[in-house]
């Protein structure tokens, strides 16, 4: 199957700071990935699309301004925590789409300080 | 708006056991169903997935799936569980916003094996 690669894998940051965390599709062209925050014993929460040289779409309620999203290339988004706080501590796993199928990646722990 | 139903947020089965893990989806068009694991603290993958075609799909790690459109649903099954098939599983569903294909994800079932 496809791969998709996040990193880092686990991120630890001061309250305040941002951090970036990558998505790469590493074996085909992804015009479309999506972010998903993930909370313990919890399903995956979709916080938005990105489209390759396009704005990203945000679900209801997700802060466009706080969580930043680029996707400069057919092979990589970034989602930029901007000025983290505790809660933004969580889980954050990245899909692309390939064709009619989904594929995520590994994950990215976050754990803000 | 399509959505997922996993009945059961827990399911224990002994080892050699058959295991299955209901889904049941509501869509209002033709669906695209998926099965994903999920392996602590890792992200997901993709066990199996029906898109047209037969309805009996067979995926990794000896699982299968039947789509049953009369019952709207997506049920998992293995025949013999392994200790190795303890994770947490989701069932999911495409959805269509806007013409931007998206993934509704069940709640999830945590499948724990005993030896």
């Known amino acids: 199957g496809a791969v998709v690669s996040q990193h880092p894998s686990w991120v630890i940051c001061k309250s305040g700071t941002s951090v970036k965390i990558e998505c790469r599709s590493l074996?085909?062209?992804?015009?479309?990935m999506f972010w998903y925050r993930q909370f313990p014993k919890q399903s995956l929460m979709l916080m938005a699309t990105s489209n390759e040289g396009s704005k990203a779409t945000y679900e209801q309620g997700v802060e466009k301004d706080k969580f930043l999203i680029n996707h400069a290339s057919l092979t990589l988004s970034t989602l930029t925590v901007t000025s983290a706080h505790p809660e933004d501590s969580s889980f954050y796993i990245c899909?692309?789409?390939?064709?009619?199928?989904?594929?995520f990646g590994e994950g990215s722990w976050l754990t803000v300080v | 708006a399509q959505s997922v139903t996993q009945l059961g947020s827990h399911v224990s089965v002994s080892e050699g056991a058959l295991v299955l893990l209901r889904c049941n989806y509501s869509s209002s068009v033709p669906p695209y169903l998926f099965w994903y694991v999920q392996y602590p603290n890792q992200g997901l993958q993709l066990l199996l997935k029906?898109?047209?075609?037969?309805?009996l799909v067979k995926g990794i790690n000896g699982f299968e799936a039947e789509f049953k459109k009369s019952e709207t649903s997506f049920h998992l099954t293995k025949p013999s569980a392994h200790m190795s098939d303890a994770a947490e599983y989701f069932c999911a569903v495409s959805d269509w916003v806007e013409g931007a294909q998206k993934l509704v994800f069940g709640q999830g079932t945590r499948l724990t094996i005993n030896p």
């Open positions: 029906y898109t047209t075609g037969a309805t």
């Open positions: 899909s692309a789409r390939l064709g009619n199928t989904i594929y």
């Open positions: 074996d085909f062209q992804a015009t479309t």
